[in-house]
């Protein structure tokens, strides 16, 4: 079992998403999804909003993000049109998909690629409706859902777990109770699943 904390806003989330869910299904993992809203991560562990971090910090980042996207052979949109964007309705309807025993996957991935790809404004319920749909979800049923008083609170719980759990940003892969933060620890990640080494612990 392996948790994951990620929000779809996320541009390193998009990156490892594939590699990532490949890799716990070869290795027999299942996946518990935990969408977070990061600014309320950030706000108890000592992250910056990237608006916030210094130009050093935002340079490097682009120079990542241009290694990564050669390195996992994705297409992604280093300057996306609807770029920061509220992320919470779309990470609170996983939430709602999941809530139904839904497989969330098809419209995780719609989502990254609404942002990374298509420069889709994945705050727009409109837009949201539309990958609902394409995916054979209940469209209507799921926006109704994400507005929810119970879907809001998990949401909310989900933060308040991430940093229980020691998560400072997405993605995070938590194996054990050990936390990978960034999709570029993933095979680290691996290297413990093939090892089925224990959790290393805070010492």
Not at 84 to 92: F, T
Not at 97 to 125: C, M, N, R, Y
């Amino acid at each position: 079992m392996i948790d994951y904390y990620f929000s779809l806003t996320s541009p390193w989330a998009y990156l490892g998403h594939k590699t990532f869910v490949t890799m716990a299904k070869a290795h027999g993992q299942a996946i518990r999804y935990f969408p977070v809203f990061l600014s309320d991560v950030f706000q108890e562990t000592g992250g910056l909003p990237l608006a916030k971090r210094h130009p050093a910090r935002q340079n490097y980042r682009m120079l990542e993000l241009q290694r990564w996207r050669e390195k996992r052979n994705l297409p992604l949109t280093l300057h996306p049109k609807y770029f920061p964007v509220d992320p919470r309705l779309a990470d609170r309807i996983v939430i709602a998909l999941l809530a139904d025993q839904k497989d969330p996957e098809s419209f995780i991935q719609s989502g990254f690629e609404t942002v990374w790809v298509h420069d889709g404004d994945l705050a727009d319920p409109v837009n949201l409706s539309s990958l609902l749909s394409s995916n054979g979800f209940d469209a209507e049923r799921y926006i109704k859902a994400a507005d929810s008083d119970a879907i809001v609170s998990a949401y909310e719980n989900n933060a308040r777990q991430a940093i229980a759990a020691g998560v400072i940003g997405s993605p995070c892969y938590v194996r054990m109770g050990e936390v990978f933060w960034g999709q570029d620890r993933l095979d680290l990640l691996e290297d413990a699943l093939q090892n089925n080494r224990k959790a290393f612990a805070i010492i």
